[in-house]
């Protein structure tokens, strides 16, 4: 659990997940919300995986995140 609290405790890593709140989105539309390179939103997005608070599902070329569920 603390994973979670560390994962957001960055404030871009909060804003990832408000913009997911809104349904599954690739990096790309992710990284157009923000004033920051594609490669450093991956890295949030690599953090929040880790955490379990984002899945990521591979559709053809692309890697859409959303909020992880629970089971």
Known sequence: MS????AIAAEPRRRILNHLA???MTVGEIAAKFDMATP???KHLSVLKEADLV????RGQ???YSIASDN
């Open 3 to 6: 994973n979670a609290f560390k």
């Open 22 to 24: 809104g349904g599954p």
């Open 40 to 42: 450093s939103i991956s």
């Open 55 to 58: 899945h990521e599902q591979k």
């Open 62 to 64: 692309f890697v859409i």
